[in-house]
């Protein structure tokens, strides 16, 4: 996926709200969760290491703080 819309990493943001049940107290880690999943295509496991894009994770999770 293209991340270059503002529209797509809006949807990441809204998806990682979700999982984190629009609480701070996990939001990072789920922005880092949606984020690894739409790169290798899998929720990450317990002791997943692979990496996601570190620029996108932070702009996924300034919009997710945003709409707290």
């Keep these: 996926m293209d991340f270059n819309s503002h529209k797509e990493i809006e949807m990441l943001a809204s998806r990682a709200l979700k999982l984190a049940k629009f609480s701070l107290t996990n939001l990072e880690?789920?922005?880092?969760?949606?984020?690894?999943?739409?790169?290798?295509?899998?929720?990450?496991?317990?002791?997943?290491?692979?990496?996601?894009?570190e620029e996108l994770y932070t702009q996924v999770l300034a919009i997710a703080k945003s709409k707290i």
């Design 29 to 53: 880690r789920c922005c880092w969760m949606v984020l690894h999943e739409n790169r290798h295509g899998v929720m990450p496991s317990e002791y997943d290491i692979r990496e996601i894009d």
